[in-house]
Structure formats: structure tokens, C-alpha cells
């Protein structure tokens, strides 16, 4: 019972932390609304006790902030300039208007507060994930429950069904189904066995399985994408940047004007002076540039936070800016726009041959290869149940195929080069040359004096991905492939993909060529690809993305990270981005304009301060909830 009350209390004190300024804020309030009722009374003594104490604790976080950082940062900044124009309200009489100027600013700074907390919720919700416990399998087999930060690497795990994963690691006994949205945003599970990968924070949905943890806590694929979105939060994009450079100049001129404002009108038109020091403090009120402040920040987060939740992880406010006015993106094939696994798409046996024999003969050499033709034609043998293949010993030859013999009898299997190209271009009416032109590769499989059976492979296109194409082509950005296939095989994937065009034979040298003669006819181009090989031409172009799908290079070579193979998700990225130019914009523009109009208005004597106070204060809170939006989905 103690230990729930301590709990309650400790959930109590955390709430009343992050609300702190809100709260305090509201009390803010309650006092003034004490001060005015006392002086409207005739308690002018009480009064001015009441709208003291609304002074204090309505501006004691920014007046604290607002010094600090003047010292740190040796530059004035608008909380300083909040305070003096509240101060020298007070010191001219007018109490309530500095009062709820305090307010207001308290109000807006508990806004901006619940802005950035609700950008963070993403990390919150992440983190909340992360076990604190594990299932240590000991070497005598006992298990024993023990905390996360005890593991090492090499230890055995046991995961529970409805249980969350420890760790990275590998699973070595059990079957599964894993909920894995934590980390490619992906709600559909994923059927897990023997030696696959799994992650910590996924959710075990079914079986029991016993894992090896392969990295430590620290290393996790998890931790990454924690650290990523921590990092992506608080780097500054160059608007950001610009407007905090900006500001420090601002204030110094805002307090230049206000000076001259003391006295200029006092000696050139006549004004009293108790007008003159009145006018100068409206001033100092409304050509602060608390909107213009918060016209980006507030906005850049949400964006970030919206992309994490939709399976998109941005490395700073800078590359969502990039992607805004991104004129050409560059795939790269195998992996990308394709599965990267190559499948059987015809097999064809010489006339008067039995299919399924030589089949399962050209599997049964296949079987002894780990080079992904012989494993997709041992899948495709599997497809068509045929399982017991002959047994066959082999000889590899790298470059050309392999020479098997099976039941004394020799056999080849490779290409047309390896087996013999007039052979290969009489069998079948030269049907491999048909096959060949639809961007496949040929396997030709043959005893000592003809050609018994050839197998066509094909790296199939994503189903997404001339969806994702078609997407990108009506925001106007245009699309090209890069891949190291040969001329015949790119121009079959890019007419699949319906990309706008294609360049074949690419090393990863020179597809860094190619993005760089892209960026000088397009200036801002992406380049998407896998995050391995690709990493040169990824660095190179103004934005790199990568299909991530829970690979740690992925993360650490590319500026955005697709957390799951979705293409679709770039258009998404890029729909985003504009979005947040677009409300940027929005703020920038409304924000000045409304400064520039009551600035004009306090000259003209037709804006008074509390009118002042609510026109600039208001100003910021809706450029902060215009920012807001875009935690919304986009559709």
C-alpha cells in the first residue's frame, strides 16, 4: 500500500513538472483577477501586493530563461525585452496592462512548452517500449529473471508470448509471429524461425523462442532510432538558424527605437511625456518578435514527430527543408525499385523431356550453391514440390557456373558462354534471346552434346513501386534509375517501373558521376537506395534516402530513413515537407505583418497596451498551433 502511495505521488509531481508553467500561468491569472477587484474597491495598496505576486509567478521561468541566456549566449533576446516592457509598465502605473502582458506571455511560453512535449511524445512512447527485464538462460539451463542493463552479448534469452524483445538478436529454437511496428511502423506481424533476426522492442504475438542477443543495449537497433529522432529534434534547420542570429540584432534595434521613442516625440510633436514614455512601451511590447521566433521551431518538430510515426525518420530540420524542393529523385535498382531477390519466371525443357525430372535434376546441383540464381531455382523447385532432388557432387567454377554428376553422368549448368552458345541459340528456336530481351537472366542446363533445359530469373519490381513513381511524377519531380545491370535488363525494370528514365551499367563510382551531373541540371536531387553499396552516391546527393527496413547502415549513411521498404513513403516525405514550408511560410508572413501593424497603429496613438499585448501574445499562439498541425496526418 505505501509503495502505490509513493508511486501516486511520484505520477503526481512528474504531471504538476510538465505543466508547471501552465499552472503557473493560471495562478498568474487568479491573482490578477484578485489585484483588479481589490482596486476597483478602492484598494489600491492590496491591489498593487496582488499584481506583484502575478508579476512573479507568471514571469519567473521566462525571466530566469531570459537571463540565462543572455549570459550564456552574451545576446539579448525577446524574454528580456518582455520583462522591461512589463517593468516599465508598472513603473508609469499602468499595473494591470503590465500584469496581463506577464500573463499572456506565461500563457504562450506554456503553449509553446505543450508544443515542443508533444513533438518529444514519439521518443517518450519509444522508450517506454524498451524492456526493463529479461529471461537469462543459464548454461544449466535454468532461467532467471534479470535486468537489461546485466546482458551481454552471446547470452540466451527466453521471450514469452506477449512478452517484449530484450534485445537484438537471433533466434535459436522456436517459432513466431512478431508485432514489429515499434520499429518499421509495419502493424502487420511477422512470422519469425530459426535464424532470423529480431529486435528489441518488438512484441512476441504467439510461440515461446529462445534468442542469442548479437549487440548490446547500446548498439540496439532500437537505441538507433531513439538516438536518431533525439539528435533529428535538436538540430536546427537553416531558418531556424537564421531567425536566432536574427534576433539578437532585432532586440537591440527594438531598444535603440524604443530610447528615441522617450524622448523623439516629446520634443518634435509635442507629446506629453508621460504619452511619449507610454507609447515607447507599447512599443517595446508590440515589436518584439515573439511570433517570428516561434514560427519555425514549434513547426519543424511536429513534422519530425508526424514522420516518425509514419514509418519515416528524418535526421534534422535541414533535410525535411531539402526535400521541399526536391526537382529529381535517382533509385537505385537491385534492392530499391526491386525485391533483390531474384525468382523463377520460366523454365523450359527440351522437347520430348520430362519437365519435373530435369528440374528437380537441375535443383539438386543448384542445392550444393550458395549464389542467389541457385536458391531462387531450388525455391522454385520447392514451389513445385519437388524436394527430393538427386544427389550430385560439384564443381565450382566462379565467373562461369558449376559442372555437376549425378549418377556417374556429367552435366553443366551456367550460361550460353559456359555451355556453348550455338547451342544455346538452337534451343527451342533460341527462345533464351525472347527471354533475354524481357530483362532476365538465362541458366542453361546440359549434358556433354546438348542443352536439356534452361531456367529464367527476373529481380522483380516492388508492387509499390510504380505507384510510388506515379505519386512522385504528379509533385512534378522527376524520376531516374541507376543500376550496374547490362543496357537490356535496365531498360525492362525501368519500363516496369515507369520510371522517367534509366542509366545501366553504373559502378558505385559513377553513380556519383551521375548524381552530380543530376544536381546541375535539377540543383536538388535525392538518391535512394539500400544504404551499403550505395553510400557514396547517398552522401552526394542533397538528400539521401534509405530503405531501411531495420538494417544499421541504413541509419547511420542516409539523411532519411524509410524504417520499412514503402516507397510510397517518399511522396509522403516530400508532401510533408512542403506542408511545413508552406506553414512556415505562413507564420513568417503573418508574424511580421503583424508587428509591422501595430507598430504603425502605437505611432498613430490608435493602439493602447493591453490592445498591443493581445495582438502580439495572440499572434504567437496561433503561429504555434498553425505550427501544431502538422502533427496531424497528411493525406
Not at 541566456?69 to 494591470?96: C, D, P, Q, R
Not at 514560427?295 to 519515416?312: E, R
Not at 540464381?373 to 557432387?393: D, S
Amino acid at each position: 500500500m505505501l509503495e502505490i502511495t509513493k508511486e501516486n505521488n511520484t505520477h503526481l509531481i512528474e504531471k504538476i513538472k510538465e505543466h508547471a508553467e501552465l499552472i503557473a500561468a493560471i495562478f498568474s491569472g487568479l491573482f490578477i483577477l484578485i489585484a483588479w477587484l481589490l482596486g476597483k474597491d478602492g484598494h489600491t495598496a492590496a491591489s498593487i501586493v496582488f499584481y506583484v505576486i502575478a508579476f512573479i509567478v507568471g514571469g519567473f521561468a521566462k525571466a530566469k530563461e531570459g537571463v540565462e541566456e543572455t549570459i550564456a549566449n552574451k545576446e539579448l533576446n525577446v524574454e528580456f525585452l518582455m520583462i522591461l516592457a512589463a517593468i516599465g509598465s508598472a513603473i508609469i502605473g499602468y499595473w494591470t496592462e503590465g500584469a496581463i502582458l506577464i500573463f499572456i506571455f506565461a500563457v504562450s511560453g506554456a503553449l509553446e512548452t505543450y508544443a515542443m512535449n508533444k513533438s518529444h511524445k514519439e521518443i517518450s512512447a519509444l522508450m517506454d517500449l524498451q524492456p526493463e527485464e529479461a529471461w537469462l538462460v543459464k548454461d544449466n539451463g535454468e532461467i532467471e529473471r534479470v535486468g537489461i542493463s546485466t546482458l551481454q552479448v552471446g547470452d540466451h534469452l527466453l521471450v514469452k508470448p506477449g512478452e517484449r524483445v530484450p534485445a537484438d538478436g537471433v533466434i535459436i529454437d522456436g517459432m513466431t509471429t512478431l508485432d514489429e511496428a515499434a520499429i518499421t511502423g509495419e502493424s502487420i506481424p511477422v512470422s519469425k524461425g530459426i535464424e532470423t533476426d529480431v529486435f528489441a522492442g518488438t512484441v512476441n504475438l504467439s510461440g515461446a523462442i529462445t534468442m542469442k542477443m548479437t549487440k548490446s543495449n547500446m548498439e540496439s537497433l532500437f537505441q538507433k532510432i531513439i538516438d536518431l529522432v533525439q539528435s533529428a529534434q535538436s538540430e536546427k534547420s537553416p531558418s531556424q538558424q537564421f531567425i536566432e542570429r536574427f534576433e539578437g540584432t532585432y532586440v537591440k534595434c527594438v531598444l535603440l527605437a524604443v530610447a528615441l521613442m522617450m524622448f523623439i516625440p516629446h520634443f518634435l510633436l509635442d507629446w506629453s511625456f508621460q504619452t511619449t514614455f507610454y507609447r515607447a512601451m507599447v512599443l517595446l511590447v508590440v515589436a518584439s518578435p515573439c511570433a517570428l521566433v516561434a514560427s519555425i521551431m514549434p513547426a519543424t518538430l511536429s513534422a519530425i514527430s508526424n514522420g516518425a510515426k509514419n514509418g519515416i525518420l528524418f535526421k534534422g530540420g535541414l533535410h525535411i527543408e531539402h526535400l521541399s524542393v526536391l526537382k529529381a529523385i535517382a533509385f537505385d535498382k537491385t534492392g530499391t525499385l526491386t525485391q533483390g531477390k531474384p525468382i523463377v519466371t520460366d523454365f523450359v525443357a527440351a522437347k520430348g523431356e520430362d519437365g519435373k525430372a530435369l528440374l528437380s535434376l537441375l535443383a539438386g546441383i543448384e542445392a550444393k550453391s550458395n549464389h542467389p540464381l541457385a536458391q531462387a531455382i531450388t525455391k522454385y523447385a520447392v514451389a513445385n514440390e519437388l524436394t527430393n532432388y538427386p544427389q550430385a557432387q560439384i564443381e565450382d567454377l566462379p565467373g562461369f557456373g558449376l559442372k555437376g554428376i549425378v549418377a556417374g553422368k556429367a552435366y553443366k549448368v551456367g550460361k550460353a558462354d559456359f555451355v556453348g552458345e550455338q547451342l544455346a541459340r538452337e534451343f527451342e528456336n533460341n527462345i533464351a534471346l525472347e527471354l533475354a530481351e524481357q530483362g532476365k537472366t538465362v541458366i542453361f542446363l546440359s549434358d556433354d552434346t546438348r542443352i536439356l533445359a534452361l531456367a529464367a530469373m527476373k529481380d522483380t519490381v516492388r508492387p509499390e513501386a510504380k505507384h510510388a513513381i506515379s505519386l512522385l511524377k504528379s509533385m512534378g519531380i522527376q524520376t531516374v534509375m541507376l543500376t550496374g545491370d547490362n543496357e537490356v535488363t535496365a531498360k525492362a525494370i525501368a519500363k516496369e517501373a515507369a520510371v522517367d528514365s534509366y542509366i545501366a551499367e553504373c559502378l558505385p563510382e559513377t553513380k556519383v558521376n551521375h548524381i552530380k551531373e543530376l544536381m546541375g541540371s535539377y540543383h536538388h536531387v535525392a538518391m535512394v537506395g539500400d544504404g551499403i553499396n550505395d553510400a557514396p552516391a547517398l552522401a552526394t546527393a542533397t538528400s539521401g534516402i534509405a530503405m531501411g527496413e531495420g538494417t544499421d547502415v541504413a541509419l547511420e549513411t542516409a539523411d532519411v530513413v524509410l524504417m520499412k521498404n514503402d516507397l510510397t513513403k517518399i511522396a509522403y516525405a516530400v508532401k510533408l515537407s512542403r506542408k511545413m514550408q508552406r506553414i512556415v511560410k505562413q507564420n513568417m508572413f503573418f508574424s511580421i505583418a503583424v508587428i509591422a501593424l501595430l507598430i504603425i497603429s502605437n505611432f498613430m496613438q490608435a493602439v493602447d497596451l493591453p490592445l498591443g499585448v493581445v495582438g502580439h501574445e495572440g499572434s504567437t499562439i496561433l503561429v504555434i498551433l498553425n505550427g501544431l498541425r502538422l502533427l496531424k496526418k497528411i493525406k
